[in-house]
């Protein structure tokens, strides 16, 4: 005898993937229950930035609005390398701190959609209902349960599902805060920089405004026990001036104003994914280098094409067996977007890594191309002196120099 589930979706986990979920399933009207142990989502360091692309897909799910007077718009981003200014764009650029990113589209979701506040047993998932048991002894039924329980879950085991791993410690992230050592404006108001060594094993620093600090994250290619990570956790002046002793010519001598906060992260994918009633989504089914700048692309992905592409046809007919859950994974835009993140996430890697004749060419041609342009742009025109401005004068935005 078949039996009635009392929710549409269970949705385990409200990270940005889940919080996300249930705030668009909410204004559809989907039957929801959310669950999480925690009302408010904690400091963690994750993404900080939100890229072009990934504000488009904030607006496409209806949620960019809700987020807007707590990021901070970066209008202007710079880029350089071996103390100079490469290029300035104009980007359509957020900073934000992860944990007020994912409170704030907490904060859309409907009040139809059910909280639980608790964490997760144990899942049954089936093709005609799928049972979740929470700690507390509650057991809620759905027709679907939506894994969103990120990088740290221990549930994946109790399903069966096994984590393919690419690469452990693939790249290292770090972040804190900083200020101008005499108190000026950076001549920026967002620096992207690129490692000026193969040694240094930097792939790039950023610089850009959240709330009312200058932010940094940092990204290399270490692993959390080697020297350079505790002497950086000790010293982290001294040491970035050491990795990058460049830098200054376009920060000026700058001050760590904030703890610092790291992360070593795996690549990782879910084998076999596939089971009647369960879809995974974000970083519980595939983890993304932070360095690529493709981590919100993909979880905002993953919940368009399951919410807005799949889950309204499938909740039209009976079941939810193997064959509906199939289409999400192979839906075109999810496959693209997954294989362009390890994609890119291996090319940023040999590109700063490798040692490869034909990577060490790639990473000589910038710097080629460079110098080549710049003896061209002196014999076409005479040479343009740029005077940095002094300390008496209001810095302002930073463009690249003849």
């Not at 990473?363 to 940095?388: D, E």
């Amino acid at each position: 005898m078949s039996r009635s589930p009392e929710w549409d979706v269970i949705i385990v986990g409200a990270g940005l993937a889940g919080a996300s979920a249930a705030a668009v399933l909410g204004k559809k009207g989907v039957r929801v229950v959310l669950v999480d142990p925690q009302e408010t989502y904690p400091p963690c360091f994750k993404a900080e930035k939100i890229e072009p692309d990934q504000s488009l897909l904030f607006r496409k799910l209806g949620l960019m609005e809700g987020l807007l007077p707590h990021i901070r718009r970066i209008n202007e981003t710079a880029t350089g390398n071996h103390g100079r200014i490469i290029w300035v764009k104009n980007l359509d650029q957020y900073g934000t701190y992860y944990e007020d990113m994912v409170n704030h589209v907490r904060r859309q979701i409907p009040a139809a959609v059910e909280r639980k506040r608790d964490r997760v047993q144990s899942i049954v998932p089936g093709s005609e209902y799928s049972t979740v048991t929470l700690m507390g002894g509650e057991t809620i039924t759905a027709r679907l349960v939506v894994l969103a329980s990120g990088t740290g879950s221990n549930l994946h085991a109790g399903l069966g599902l096994r984590k393919r791993l690419i690469r452990a410690n693939h790249s290292f992230a770090l972040a804190f805060n900083v200020a101008s050592d005499d108190g000026e404006r950076f001549p920026f108001e967002s620096l992207t920089y690129y490692g000026e060594t193969f040694a240094s094993r930097v792939s790039y620093i950023t610089f850009f405004p959240v709330v009312d600090v200058m932010r940094v994250n940092f990204f290399v290619y270490r692993s959390p026990g080697e020297e350079w990570v505790k002497q950086f956790a000790k010293a982290p002046q001294q040491e970035l001036q050491r990795t990058l002793p460049k830098l200054t010519r376009l920060t000026g001598p700058l001050r760590v104003t904030s703890r610092i906060v790291m992360n070593a992260i795996d690549l990782y994918q879910v084998e076999d994914p596939i089971r009647p009633g369960l879809v995974i989504v974000g970083d519980a089914y595939q983890t993304a280098c932070p360095a690529t700048g493709r981590g919100v692309s993909k979880v905002l992905t993953d919940v368009d094409v399951l919410c807005s592409d799949c889950l309204p046809k499938w909740l039209a007919t009976p079941g939810m067996g193997a064959d509906k859950i199939a289409r999400y994974y192979e839906h075109p835009r999810k496959q693209e977007c997954d294989t362009n993140a390890l994609r890119e996430a291996e090319y940023s890697r040999a590109l700063v890594v490798d040692p490869a004749l034909h990577w060490r060419i790639r990473r000589a041609l910038p710097r080629a191309k460079r110098v080549l342009s710049n003896l061209v742009t002196k014999v076409l025109r005479p040479l343009t002196i740029v005077r940095p401005p002094s300390k008496s004068q209001n810095r302002g935005s930073m463009r690249p120099a003849a």
